[in-house]
């Protein structure tokens, strides 16, 4: 399946944005939808993941800030990024694994765990 982000942008410290992720289909009624993101110099990080049947999990630095959700109907995988810090600023990409593997979390690894991946927007925080 081919993945598509929108979204990103520019924005002051303490501002939101909602990333969105189109995906052409689902091709397993049991996946992993992941966003990740990747800032200049750094490695890339597993942001939030969310499975087939709902649960979700965030890294330490997006708790309580971030909250990933999607619309099933539409195909759609969302981001929503709230009182963002510059520490944000980063490529973000969002993935799939579809099938089950025994996980959906920060352990899902490009390459090895997921299957697609779109070619990412970038979000850039100003302080």
């Known amino acids: 399946a081919q993945l598509r982000e929108s979204g990103g942008a520019s924005v002051q410290a303490g501002g939101s944005l909602r990333l969105s992720c189109a995906a052409s289909?689902?091709?397993?009624?049991?996946?992993?939808m992941v966003w990740l993101r990747q800032a200049p110099g750094k490695e890339r990080e597993v942001v939030a993941t969310i499975e087939s049947d709902g649960p979700t999990t965030y890294a330490d630095s997006v708790k309580g800030r971030f909250a990933i959700s999607q619309d099933e109907g539409a195909n759609t995988l969302y981001l929503q990024m709230n009182e963002l810090k510059s520490e944000d600023t980063a490529m973000y990409y969002c993935?799939?694994?579809?099938?089950?593997?025994?996980?959906?979390?920060?352990?899902?690894?490009?390459?090895?765990?997921?299957?697609?991946w779109g070619q990412g927007t970038q979000v850039t925080v100003s302080s």
């Open positions: 993935a799939a694994r579809w099938g089950w593997i025994g996980f959906c979390d920060r352990r899902m690894t490009p390459g090895r765990d997921l299957n697609d």
């Open positions: 289909r689902y091709t397993s009624s049991t996946y992993c």
